[in-house]
């Protein structure tokens, strides 16, 4: 998506600085401004799903109900896994802002794999629900818990996807500084995906065993 | 015309390749990335199901002319209101307000195309793929026909069962993918793209609700991709999100579905008011009355809209609390409403004004919008709500704003603009009769709704008997509605003929006040030879007309001598960077229309295949890199 081309401020016409083209009159790059417009929008799409979670939450009568089945130190161990992947995701952006390739890629690896780590958690989690007798069509409780989870894990899976193709493509040749931009920008989706685990940890998990369960 | 140097060599092509800048004919528009064409798919695509959708309230109107008729099954009848809704919501007035973003918005801010130029041709396949996925379903089994808002649970599998609904939900998803890409673009070009020395403020008002739409858009757009996933969750994989049985609550999906619906409206009218608001001043000779007004206060309806979207379901028993809050927002937003009108008025007020066809549909907007407003007031109010709730005096209603408002503004600006979109002046003698006839025809169709609701009669019925009192009142509806479809040829008819056969309109025509009027009709490929300077608002009218700047126009603080000498010189650019097409944006729009059928059929290799054609072609699209050429533009200015 980098053929923007007009520049407002196209004073010269250096050839070959296609990333000049995409700086705008705001002094940022357009993707930049895309990625920030789109997690709004995405905010409405989490708030949505999140907000049917929370208008049905203790209104689904067929067990098993959250407090039965949640383990929340096996959750809050993956939280942390997410949370650590977004430190990677960090020095990862310093790595090739400072043109250090070998680092990126050691970086990039890790907040993938960190990634990957969540992704098995929640696979686990799913499978041990599902044993217990809740998955989709068992209950409310039960289609809007995975249907909250399960997008949420979609955007994570298709972050690691993300980065696991800038790590490949950063053996292809003229990968340095110059693509600090593209991994900022999937720093900032990185990042975001983490903040809404956060919110669903916290609204889903933590809210349950304050205030979910009748006898807690 | 132009000189052509030095292709960009690229070090990834890809399976399909970017063609050369010299391809023409079909292979030019499957893969085109201009603005302009891109734009005039879009308006040529609205047109077509603009007649899907007329013929659709044709047959709705020809089966209720009389009482008892069996013009249609009741089931048809259904399906004919249901389509002729979504049709005209998101196949006609969405994509032709998306036209005039993609060909006007760009030149209005001085700009050679939207930031993102293959994603603009993604967004626009991707409508058309939904398009034909929706429309499809005639053919496949039956269209849906559970109503455009297609509440649960009469949309969940037990009740509808067949795959109408299916692809009712899957075509949304894609037009709101389609919608979201759009609107992204829009807002990155408006906010990063503006030629130098146009501040926010000195933005035509077009461009301004044109930015107010897509945030709009891409804030409301998510809450029904979310509706429709747990629907379509529901009706595929067995989830209870709508089921009562277990617990669900069909009332969700009303809160969800207007969430995002009441910003919808606003999605449809704002870009109308934004053409009316560049029509007004330029046919009164005059700056828009109060234009930071006028900003302020399109923003302000943005914004109250996503406030208001219970008003729709006064009926539903939110209680009184609820209700009198949402009764109390509704009103409000009357008030940026009314300011506008008063602003556009004030436009007219003491103009050298000349009656053209753009002008008249804008007159026809300001009082047939009021009228639509005025009978939403009407029902912004619970108890008067649960009098009209579901009866034709609704139905009445929302043609009002839709038709009389937004059709009207989009037609006006079709007429507005036509000369710079083809070279050549529409909306002679012609054009005053087509407005004549469906100004009439449009009265005559929709005003006595207004008294068949208040009679009780009820939306969405397929027929109704003898001796209600609404026999002749819906006669006069049918032949208002022939009336209007006369209309229509007429308008379409000039359109045709204007386009082979009007007088070649030059660059401005209309003594125009904002950029678009800067550059050749049609613009060249790189829309403006030279980048334009901005030193005021209407900059290009206190050029054309410094004497009159200091009389009647308003001073931007601090910019008058500083760059008024400046503003005739353009500073110098070498040549200009374009891009070539690309086949995948088209391909990845194609990958996915193939897996929503493979997912409503569930044929899972067809399924699962078409998504990874359409990641596939993502990822070649990412890595074709930006190839394009350099291109050196003649003084001209056809």
Redesign the interface.
């Known amino acids: 998506?980098?053929?923007?081309?007009?520049?407002?401020?196209?004073?010269?016409?250096g050839?070959g600085h296609?990333h000049d083209?995409?700086v705008?009159?705001?002094g940022?790059h357009?993707r930049k401004?895309?990625m920030w417009?789109?997690l709004?929008?995405?905010c409405?799409?989490f708030?949505?799903?999140i907000a049917?979670y929370v208008?049905?939450v203790g209104?689904?009568?067929?067990p098993p109900v959250p407090y039965d089945v949640f383990d929340l130190n096996v959750t809050s161990i993956s939280t942390f896994v997410l949370l650590m992947s977004s430190l990677m995701m960090v020095l990862c952006l310093s790595a090739i802002q400072r043109n250090d390739i070998k680092w990126f890629r050691v970086w990039c690896a890790m907040t993938a794999f960190f990634g990957l780590i969540f992704l098995g958690f929640q696979y686990y989690e799913f499978s041990h629900f599902v044993s217990r007798g809740l998955t989709?069509?068992s209950?409310?409780f039960?289609?809007?818990f995975f249907?909250l989870t399960g997008?949420h894990g979609t955007h994570v899976a298709i972050g690691v996807l993300w980065l696991l193709?800038m790590l490949f493509?950063s053996y292809r040749t003229g990968f340095g500084r110059e693509r600090a931009l593209d991994v900022e920008i999937a720093g900032l989706y990185w990042h975001f995906v983490d903040i809404v685990w956060i919110v669903i940890f916290t609204v889903v998990y933590i809210v349950e065993f304050v205030v979910g369960h009748p006898g807690g | 015309m132009t000189v052509k140097a030095e292709p960009i060599p690229q070090n990834f092509a890809g399976w399909m390749p970017r063609p050369s800048e010299t391809v023409k004919g079909v292979v030019d528009w499957l893969t085109t990335v201009d603005h302009k064409k891109i734009g005039i798919l879009y308006g040529l695509s609205a047109v077509l199901f603009f007649f899907v959708g007329g013929l659709e309230a044709l047959l709705i109107r020809t089966q209720l002319a009389v009482p008892d008729a069996k013009v249609v099954s009741a089931d048809f009848f259904n399906q004919l209101f249901t389509m002729h809704g979504t049709t005209m919501i998101f196949l006609v007035v969405m994509p032709a307000s998306v036209a005039f973003f993609n060909f006007i918005m760009v030149l209005q801010i001085g700009a050679r195309d939207v930031a993102f130029p293959r994603l603009n041709a993604f967004s626009f396949w991707m409508f058309l793929a939904g398009a034909i996925l929706l429309n499809s379903s005639w053919f496949l089994g039956g269209a849906t026909n559970a109503g455009w808002f297609g509440y649960a649970n009469i949309t969940e599998k037990q009740f509808t069962p067949g795959h109408g609904v299916d692809f009712w939900l899957l075509s949304l998803q894609i037009l709101g993918i389609a919608s979201l890409a759009g609107a992204l673009n829009f807002i990155v070009t408006i906010i990063n793209m503006r030629a130098p020395g146009m501040t926010m403020m000195r933005m035509p008002v077009f461009t301004w609700m044109t930015l107010v739409t897509s945030f709009l858009l891409i804030l409301a757009f998510p809450v029904i991709t979310i509706a429709l996933v747990e629907l379509m969750f529901d009706r595929t994989f067995g989830t209870n999100f709508f089921q009562s049985a277990k617990g669900g609550l069909p009332i969700l999906w009303q809160h969800l579905f207007w969430v995002f619906g009441h910003p919808e409206v606003y999605i449809l009218i704002l870009p109308a008011m934004g053409i009316v608001s560049e029509i007004l001043p330029t046919f009164s000779r005059k700056p828009l009355f109060g234009f930071p007004v006028v900003v302020f206060s399109g923003a302000a309806i943005g914004f109250l809209g996503f406030t208001v979207w219970s008003h729709h379901m006064f009926t539903t028993g939110l209680g009184a609390i609820a209700n009198t809050a949402f009764a109390l927002t509704t009103m409000a937003i009357a008030v940026p409403t009314g300011v506008k009108i008063f602003n556009w008025v004030g436009t007219l007020w003491g103009g050298q004004i000349r009656f053209t066809v753009p002008l008249l549909y804008a007159i026809g907007f300001i009082s047939m919008f009021m009228i639509g407003g005025f009978s939403g007031l009407t029902h912004a109010s619970p108890p008067g709500d649960a009098q009209q709730q579901d009866t034709y005096y609704i139905v009445a209603h929302f043609h009002y704003v839709l038709i009389g408002g937004s059709l009207m503004g989009l037609i006006g600006g079709l007429y507005y603009w036509f000369p710079k979109m083809t070279g050549r002046m529409a909306g002679d003698k012609m054009g005053v009769l087509g407005f004549w006839l469906l100004f009439i025809g449009f009265n005559v169709t929709f005003f006595p709704m207004h008294w068949l609701g208040l009679n009780g009669m009820p939306r969405r019925v397929y027929t109704y008997g003898a001796g209600f009192g609404w026999e002749s009142l819906n006669l006069m509806c049918t032949v208002g509605a022939y009336l209007m479809l006369m209309a229509f040829l007429v308008i379409i008819h000039d359109f045709v003929w204007a386009y082979r056969h009007g007088k070649t309109s030059g660059p401005d025509p209309w003594d125009g006040r904002t950029l678009e009027w800067d550059c050749a009709s049609p613009p060249a490929v790189y829309n403006f030879g030279k980048t334009p300077l901005v030193t005021e608002r209407d900059d290009l009218w206190i050029r054309k007309h410094p004497q009159l700047a200091h009389k009647h126009e308003h001073h931007d603080s601090g910019s008058e001598g500083e760059h008024h000498a400046e503003a005739h010189g353009h500073h110098d650019e070498g040549p200009i960077h374009m891009p070539h097409g690309s086949w995948y944006p088209l391909l990845c729009a194609l990958g996915f229309l193939i897996g929503a059928y493979g997912f409503i059929y569930w044929v899972l290799p067809v399924a699962i295949g078409g998504l990874l054609f359409g990641v596939l072609n993502i990822f070649c699209w990412a890595l074709e890199g930006p190839g394009g050429y350099y291109i050196t533009p003649t003084e001209e200015k056809a």
């Open positions: 998506m980098s053929d923007a081309l007009a520049v407002p401020h196209g004073h010269g016409h050839h296609e083209h995409e705008g009159c705001t940022l357009h401004i895309m417009a789109f709004g929008s995405d409405m799409f708030g949505s799903l049917t208008a049905y209104k689904s009568p067929i989709l069509k209950s409310l039960g289609s809007t249907v997008t193709s493509f």
